[in-house]
C-alpha cells in the first residue's frame, strides 16, 4: 500500500493518475509518442486539450461566457498576473485572511492603488469578517478574496454576493487549494485561478477562469503571454503550454468524472474534514486554532500543546507512513492537507495515529 | 522499434528518460512518493533540484559567476522578462534573424526602446550578416540574438564577440532550439535563456542563465515572480517551480552525461545534420534555402520542389514511422528537428525515405 502523503502542494495525485500516465509515458493510444513529445499543435495533442477543457468545464459547471485557461506562474504570478489584466491602474480591494491574501495584495500595489476592506490579521488569521462588515473602496477595478488559504486553514464555506453588497465590482477568488473541492457558484464570480498543484495536476500549470466582459483590460505593459485575452484568442497556445501537465490533470479531470463529480468529491470531503477536526477537538494534546465557522476542509493546521512533542510526532507518523505532517514554515506546527485524492481511509489512519500517540505521551 | 519523432517542440525525449520516469512515477527511490506529488521544499525534492542544477552547470560549463534559473513561461514569456529585467527602460538592440528574435524585438518595445541592429527578413531570414557590419546603437543596455532560429533554420555557429565590437553590453542569447546540442562560449554571454521543450525536457519549464552583476536590474513593474534576482535568491522556488518538470530535465542531464557529454553530443549532430543536408543538396526534388555558413544542426527547414506532392510525402513519412514532418505553418514546407534524442538511425532513415520518395516520383 502507497503511503498517504498530506502535502499542502504539490501533493498527493490519485493512484489511477500516476499509474495511466506510466502505462502511457513512451506511447499515448497508440499514436508512438509519449504525450511529453507531442508538438502542442498536432492534433494528438489537440484531443488531450479538448478533453481536458471540456471536462473541466462539466465538472465545475462553467458558464459559457467564462474562458478557461491554461496558463505558467502559478498563484504568486498571478498576483501580478490579475492587476496587470483587471485593474486598469485604478483601486482594486483586498480582503486580507491570510498569507495569500495578504501577498496578492502586496504585489498588486506594483500596478494600481490597493485598498484593504478588511484584514483579519490582528487575530492571527483565524477567522474571517462578514462580507457585510467589509469596508470597500467606492468603485473598485475588482474585488479580492483566497477562498482557501492554504497556511491559516481558513475557507469561505459562500462566496460573498458583492452586489448584494451594492458593488458592482468583479469579484476575483484564489481558490488554488480548494479548486475541485466543491461546487463554485459563478454568480458571484469574475475571475477565478489557481495553481494546480493542489488539487488538479502537477506544479506549473495555473488555472484561470474569467468571465469574458473582463477579457480586454489589461495594462500595455502585460507581457503578452500573460494577457487574458491573447491567451483565450490562442486556446492557451499563445506560447507552448505545458503540455504534460496538461495532460496529467486531464486525467485527474477524468478520474474525478468516475468518482461521481464534483459533488460527490464535495460530500467525501466534509466527512473527512468532520473525522479530523473532531479528533483534533476532542483531545488534549491537538489543537486548531480557527473559528468553526471557517475552517478549511482542504488545509488543517494543527498544533501539539507540548510543541516539544513535534519531532517525536513527525518521526512517528512516517513509521505509519504518514507523510508530509509539518506546518508551513511561517506558522510552525503541522498540516494535514486532505485534497481530493486522500481517501477517508488516510484520514483515518491519521486519525488513529493521532489518538495512539497521545496515548503513548499521556 | 519507437517511430522517429521530429517535431520541434515539444519534441522527440531519449527513450531511456521516459523509462525511467515511468518506473518511478509511484514511487521515487522508495520515497512513497511520485516526484510529482513531493512538496518543492522537501528534501527529496530538494535533491533532486540540487543534481538538476549541478548536473546541467557542468554539462555546459556554466561559470560559477553565473545563476542558473529554472523558470516557467517560455521564451515567449522571457520576452518580456528579459527586457523588464535588464532594459532599464534604455534602449536595446536586436539582431533580426527570423520569426523569434523578430517576436522578441516587438515584444521588448513595451518595455524600452529598440533598435534593429541587423535584420535578414529582405532575404527571407536566410543568412546572417557578420557582426561587423551590425549598427549598434550608441549604448544599448542589452545586444539580443536567437542563437538558433527554430523555424527559419538559421543558426550562429559562432556567438558575437561584442567587446571586439567596441561595445561592452551585455548579449543576451535566446538559445531554446540548441541548448545541449553545443558548447557555449560563456566570455561572451550576459544572459542566456530557452523553454525546455526542445532539447531539456517537457514544454513548460525555461531555462535562464544570468551573469551575478545583471540580476538586480529590474524595472519596478516586473513581476516578482519573474524578477531574476528574487527568483535566484530562492533558489528557483520563490513560487513553486514545475516539480515534475525539473525532475524529467534532470534525468535528460544524466542521460546526456552518459552519453558522454556535450562536445560528444556536438559531434553526433555535426554528422546527423550533415548526412541530413547532404542528401537534400544532392536531390533534385528537394531544397533547403538557408547560406550554408548559418544552417542549423537542429532544425533543417526543407522544400518540395513540387509542393502538390506535400501532403503525399507527409503521409508516405508516417506510413515508415517518421513523425511531425510538417513545417511551421508561418513559412511551409517541412522541417527536421534532429535534437539531442533523435539518433544518427533516425536520420539515416530520414534520409533514406528521402531518396527512395523521390525516386517514386521521378
Avoid at 489537440?46 to 496558463?71: C, N, T
Avoid at 473541492?181 to 475571475?191: E, I, K, Y
Avoid at 488534549?284 to 498544533?303: A, E, G, I, T
Wanted: with cysteine; aromatic share 8%; hydrophobic share 40%.
Amino acid at each position: 500500500m502507497r503511503p498517504y502523503n498530506f502535502s499542502a502542494g504539490p501533493a498527493a495525485m490519485p493512484e489511477d493518475v500516476l499509474k495511466e500516465a506510466a502505462a502511457e509515458m513512451l506511447n499515448w493510444h497508440g499514436s508512438g509518442m509519449g504525450v511529453m513529445e507531442m508538438s502542442h499543435r498536432g492534433k494528438e495533442f489537440g484531443q488531450i486539450y479538448a478533453e481536458a477543457e471540456a471536462d473541466l468545464r462539466e465538472l465545475l459547471a462553467v458558464p459559457s461566457h467564462f474562458k478557461l485557461l491554461f496558463m505558467q506562474g502559478g498563484g504568486l504570478a498571478e498576483n501580478a498576473i490579475v492587476p496587470l489584466n483587471l485593474s486598469r491602474g485604478e483601486t482594486a480591494d483586498f480582503v486580507v485572511t491570510g498569507s495569500w491574501s495578504q501577498k496578492s495584495a502586496q504585489e498588486a500595489a506594483r500596478y494600481c492603488t490597493t485598498h484593504e476592506a478588511a484584514n483579519t490579521k490582528a487575530g492571527g488569521f483565524t477567522t474571517l469578517v462578514a462580507p457585510s462588515n467589509w469596508q470597500l473602496s467606492a468603485k473598485p477595478a475588482y474585488v479580492h478574496i483566497c477562498s482557501n488559504e492554504t497556511i491559516n486553514g481558513v475557507e469561505f464555506h459562500e462566496l460573498p454576493d458583492l452586489k448584494a453588497l451594492g458593488c458592482d465590482a468583479p469579484l476575483v477568488i484564489d481558490f488554488s487549494s480548494h479548486v475541485a473541492s466543491r461546487p463554485v457558484d459563478w454568480t458571484r464570480v469574475g475571475l477565478a485561478f489557481g495553481g494546480a498543484q493542489k488539487n488538479l495536476g502537477p506544479a506549473g500549470l495555473t488555472l484561470v477562469a474569467v468571465r469574458e466582459d473582463l477579457l480586454d483590460r489589461a495594462l500595455p505593459i502585460c507581457p503578452s503571454a500573460f494577457t487574458y485575452k491573447t491567451v483565450a484568442d490562442n486556446q492557451s497556445m499563445f506560447n507552448t503550454p505545458p503540455t504534460y501537465s496538461i495532460y496529467i490533470a486531464g486525467l485527474v479531470f477524468k478520474w474525478l468524472k468516475r468518482q461521481g463529480g464534483i459533488a460527490a468529491m464535495e460530500a467525501r470531503n466534509l466527512a473527512k474534514a468532520s473525522l479530523l477536526y473532531e479528533a483534533i477537538d476532542n483531545s488534549s494534546l491537538y489543537v486548531n486554532r480557527v473559528d468553526k465557522s471557517c475552517r478549511s476542509r482542504m488545509n488543517v493546521p494543527f498544533y501539539l500543546r507540548d510543541e516539544r512533542l513535534n519531532e517525536d510526532f513527525l518521526t512517528g507518523a512516517r513509521s505509519r507512513n504518514l507523510l508530509q505532517l509539518k506546518g508551513h514554515k511561517s506558522v510552525g506546527g503541522m498540516r494535514a492537507s486532505i485534497y481530493n485524492a486522500i481517501p477517508i481511509e488516510g484520514v483515518q489512519a491519521l486519525v488513529d495515529y493521532l489518538r495512539d500517540f497521545e496515548q503513548t505521551r499521556a
